[in-house]
């Protein structure tokens, strides 16, 4: 079953716009990670963000953590079209088996 | 190109036989994962290894399933008397356990039963 939900699950903006996308999960987590994947393809890890940190950065990202909402939002700034593809937040809620959970993902398209 | 590997990248199959694909990881990591993933939907564990030890099952592994990880290194995942059901994207992935939590996937081997 998937722990996360994402909100939303499709999203059109112009390129240069910047991307928000949000996850929210249901059980205590360790960490929570973000990861990219185009169409038919694997998954390309973007950040990682532990659950005693509340923000952290990596170039055109930014991801907030709120462990008393249970949720994290992905922040994409100034969108490119290269930045079009599927992204899926992901949880690590286990003892040591970093096994993850993925929500369903945000199908997000930067329109040129 | 993350340094995973998975082979085939297609297979097509008729419903009743049997499959077996094949991830080659990241060579000095010692977890690999194996994921299902269906159409519109976010990646399932399925089960890991530590080397060649499989530590954990999903519920979602029906006994015709079958992974092995032979010597620690490639892994190999058996689907026996296929249903249209298994129909999915069959991912893998490899990190090194202790040092990162940043798991590498590869691109993923996608079955169709008919």
């Known amino acids: 079953s998937q722990q996360g939900e994402e909100d939303p699950q499709a999203l059109s903006i112009q390129e240069g716009e910047n991307a928000t996308m949000n996850c929210s999960y249901k059980t205590s987590i360790n960490n929570l990670q973000w990861y990219r994947q185009n169409s038919g393809r694997g998954l390309v890890h973007l950040i990682l963000?532990?659950?005693?940190?509340r923000e952290k950065h990596s170039g055109r990202l930014r991801v907030t953590l709120d462990t008393s909402k249970k949720s994290s939002s992905l922040l994409i700034t100034a969108s490119r079209a290269a930045d079009t593809a599927s992204y899926f937040c992901?949880?690590?809620?286990?003892?040591?088996?970093?096994?993850?959970?993925f929500g369903q993902g945000t199908r997000l398209t930067i329109n040129p | 190109d993350t340094g995973v590997s998975q082979d085939p990248r297609h297979k097509i199959t008729k419903r009743g036989q049997n499959v077996t694909f094949r991830c080659d990881p990241i060579s000095e990591h010692n977890r690999l994962y194996w994921y299902r993933q269906t159409l519109g939907q976010g990646p399932e564990f399925l089960t890991y290894?530590?080397?060649?030890?499989?530590?954990?099952k999903s519920r979602l592994l029906s006994d015709r399933f079958s992974a092995e990880r032979p010597k620690g290194s490639f892994s190999t995942l058996e689907i026996q008397r296929t249903e249209q059901g298994d129909s999915a994207m069959y991912l893998c992935?490899?990190?090194?356990?202790?040092?990162?939590?940043?798991?590498?996937f590869g691109p993923g081997t996608r079955l169709t039963v008919t």
């Open positions: 290894f530590q080397n060649e030890a499989q530590l954990e």
């Open positions: 992901a949880t690590d809620a286990s003892q040591g088996a970093q096994k993850l959970v």
């Open positions: 992935a490899s990190t090194y356990a202790g040092v990162s939590y940043e798991q590498y």
């Open positions: 963000i532990r659950s005693n940190e």
